[in-house]
C-alpha cells in the first residue's frame, strides 16, 4: 500500500471517515467509491470552476448601485458622477468580501449537515434579476436595493419553513418538466445578453434607435449608451472576445479551470497601466483603485452592505420581485441539486437523494445569512459537477471548497480589480452551457414545445426571469387546459393525434408520502404506534437486490449461449 492508500484507508475507518460514509468505513449507506484525497482534489476542482462567482457577482451587484445614491439633476444613472462612482468602488470591494464569505458559509454547511459534494455562492441569473430587474441600473427602478435585499431575507425565512415540512420538493415535482428544462436554458440566454453588453460584459452589444439592440463595440458612447465612434474598435470589446476564445479553447481540451483562466489571462492584460484597455486609467477613480490593487494581501471589511435591510414592502413591485426570488429559486436550487444527485450516483428511484431536507435546509440558511451580507439569494451551483467528476462523492469535498473561499477573503484587491470585459465572456460561456438543456425538451409534442420555447425567448427579449416563468406556465395552462376541457366534455373524442407523445404533468413515481422530510414521517409512524424504517434503506435494499438478480440473469444467460454455441456438449479441457 502506498502512503496515501494508508492515509485513505485510516481516514476511512475513523469517525470521521464514518460520519462522511467515505467507502469502507462501514457507515450505513456509504458513497461507494469516495476517498480522502480524492475528496479534497474534487473540492478544489470545485473551487476552480467556482471562483469565478466572487469578480463576477461584484460586478452585477455593483451595476445596480448598491446603497450609493445618485444625487446628479443632469445624470439620471450617474455615470459620470465622480463622488457615486467612489461610491460604487467600495460597493464593489464589499460585494468581493461578501461573496466570498457567503460562498464560504454557505458551502460549509452543505458539506458539514448535508454531506454533499456541492457548492452555493450567490446564484448566476438571480443575482442579474436582482440587479437589472428589481433594482434597476444604479437603481433606476423603483424599489431601493436595501428593500430587495429585504424581501431576500423574507424569502429565506420562507425557504426554511418550506424545508422543513417538505413544500419545496412538493412545489418542484409540480412544476412541468418542460417548463423546469427550459427556464435554465432561458437563464442562459439571459446571461449570454448581459456578458454581450458593456455595463457587465465585453460591449459587443449596445443601444440602436432603430432597432432596440444592435452591434456595438465602440470606444466611445453618448449618455444614452448610443455609438459615438465607429463600431468594433473598442479595444476592450476585442480583449474581451479573446478571453471568450481562450476560455472555449480550453473547455474543448477538458483544462480544469477554463473559466477561472480566461478571467485570469484577460485581467492580468488588463492590469497594465497606459494601454488602451486597462482597468486603471489616468483618472480620479483609476488611481483609487490602482492604489487598492497594489496591497495584493488585505482583509477589506463590508462597510456599506452590512445588514442594510428596509422592510418597508408598500411597493407591489416588490412582492412580485419576491414570489419570483421564491419561485425561481425553488426551480434553480431544486433542480441543480436533483440533477447533481443523479450525476454523482446518489439519487433513488423514487426521486430522492440523501440528505435532501438538511441541503434544502442548508440553502434557505445561507438566503437568510447571504441577505445580511447584501448579496442577492445563494443557490447550488452546476460548476458543483466539475468535483464529482473529479470523484467527489461527500461534503468533505464541499468543506475543501469552503476553506478556499475563506483563503480568497484575503485577496480582495486581486478579486476586485477583474474588469466586466474579463468576466463577461465567463458569462457567456457559462449561458452556452446553460442552454444546451433545451436538448433534454419534449420538441415533438406542441404542448410541451410552445411553453418551453416562450420561457426561453422571452428571459433575455423583456430582460426578465419571472416574464419568461410567466410566459411559459400560462401558455402551459392555456394551451393543455383547453386540450384537456375538450377531451372531458367531448369523452375523449376530441384529443390531438399525438397525446401519446406529451409528458406527464406530474413526475412518475410522486406520492405524496415520499415528499414528506424523515421527522414528519417518524411522528406519523410514532402517532399509529408504528416502527419507522427510512424509506432510503428500503430502496437501496430493493436496488441492490434488483442489481445482483440482474447480474445472476446476466451470468445465466451467458452459460445458455455458451452451451448452445457448443451443442450442449461439456468443453473438452487440455
Known sequence: MTFFDRMNHSVATSKFGKYFRLDGSGARRERAGSKFTTEVR?????????????????LIVTDSGGTCVCTSTTDPVCLTDEA???????LKLDMVTATAAIACFSTLLMGLFANLPIGLAPGMGLNAYFAYTVVGFHGSNKIKYETAVAAVFIEGILFILLSLFGVRQWLARLIPQSIKIATGAGIG??????????????????????TLVGLAGCAEKDKDGLCLSPRMESPTTWIGLFGFVIISVCLLFRVKGAVLIGILVVSIMSWFRNTSFTYFPDTPTGDAKFEFFKKVVTFHPIQTTMAKMDFTLDNTEIWIALITFLYVDIMDTTGT???????????YKNGDFDGSTAAFLCDATSITVGAVFGVPPVTAFVESGAGITEGGRTGITSITTAFFFFISLFFAPIFASFPPWATGPALMVVGSMMVKSVRSINWDYVGDAIPAFLTIALMPLSYSIAYGLIAGIGSYAAINGI?????????????PEDKDLREPWITEGFTWGNVLPGWIQKLVCKARGEIYVDPLDVIEEEERLEREAAMAAEHTDAKIDVDHHHGGHEIPKY
Open 337 to 347: 441539486l436533483y440533477s447533481m444527485a443523479k450525476f454523482g450516483g446518489y439519487m
Open 483 to 495: 386540450v384537456y376541457i375538450l377531451e372531458l366534455i367531448s369523452g375523449g373524442r376530441i384529443a
Open 84 to 90: 457615486y462612482n467612489k461610491c460604487l468602488a467600495t
Open 42 to 58: 474534487a473540492g478544489l476542482t470545485t473551487f476552480v470552476a467556482m471562483a469565478y462567482i466572487i469578480s463576477v457577482n461584484s
Open 189 to 210: 440566454l439571459y446571461l449570454c445578453f448581459i456578458g454581450l453588453q458593456s455595463s457587465a460584459g465585453i460591449g459587443l452589444i449596445g443601444n440602436d434607435n432603430a
